[in-house]
């Protein structure tokens, strides 16, 4: 399959396991990934929702980045979400991934409500122009209570060739809008447009095009 960036196909996104003490889990870890890989998915993302990246520390983020890089051993593209809340923060954990392998990098906006969007893009931007690979950002006003607007994702594109991908949670409606909305941003390149669905099924991963399923928010899930 054909696209701008050259990323397509479907990314499950890894969950954050944990043992009995509620520590990161290596073996439980390892062989979800192993499970991904036997069932011949397209690349893998670590550090979404599902991944519950708002409830680790920097260093558990790190962790189970390490883990998830290591496991995939170069075998197909790994997608990292960045979601440190300023720009240095976002630049040093981008190259971080740059350098355990990863192929390109998700950006969620700061939890911040009521920021003008002239900010967040100029937040992205930031990150951007800093970032070894490219880049995509996670727009979820509805999960995150903070996003871009089809013009603001425009203005991003047109200013930073580097970012390729919108990753979006949303009705279909609000996906069929999106595309219609940002297409031809800037003399005819167009983003990538990615539909994303945490809790994918890594067992089925056909089942995430066509019946995705979501995680549950605000609970560990234990790896046996």
């Known amino acids: 399959m054909k696209t701008k960036s050259g990323f397509f196909g479907v990314y499950p996104m890894v969950y954050a396991l944990f043992d009995e003490k509620g520590n990161l889990a290596r073996d439980p870890m390892r062989r979800q990934v192993q499970s991904m890989l036997k069932h011949k998915v397209h690349g893998i993302g670590v550090l979404g929702l599902a991944s519950e990246v708002n409830k680790l520390s920097t260093a558990e983020r790190r962790q189970l980045m390490e883990w998830v890089a290591e496991d995939i051993d170069g075998k197909l593209p790994l997608a990292v979400t960045v979601a440190e809340t300023c720009v240095g923060g976002q630049i040093e954990f981008v190259k971080a991934a740059a350098a355990v392998g990863a192929k390109w990098a998700i950006l969620q906006p700061p939890l911040v409500k009521h920021v003008p969007e002239s900010e967040l893009v100029r937040f992205f931007g930031a990150v951007a122009d800093a970032s070894p690979i490219p880049i995509a950002i996670q727009n979820a006003p509805e999960y995150l209570g903070i996003g871009l607007s089809h013009e603001g994702i425009r203005t991003l594109h047109r200013a930073h060739s580097n970012f390729t991908i919108v990753k979006l949670?949303?009705?279909?409606?609000?996906i069929a809008s999106a595309v219609a909305g940002t297409a031809h941003a800037a003399g005819g390149a167009e983003q990538d447009l990615c539909g994303g669905r945490e809790g994918c099924d890594p067992q089925r991963p056909a089942r995430c095009q066509q019946d995705p399923r979501?995680?549950?928010?605000?609970?560990?899930?234990?790896?046996?």
């Open 214 to 224: 979501h995680g549950k928010e605000g609970q560990r899930h234990h790896g046996g």
């Open 169 to 174: 949670e949303a009705t279909a409606i609000a």
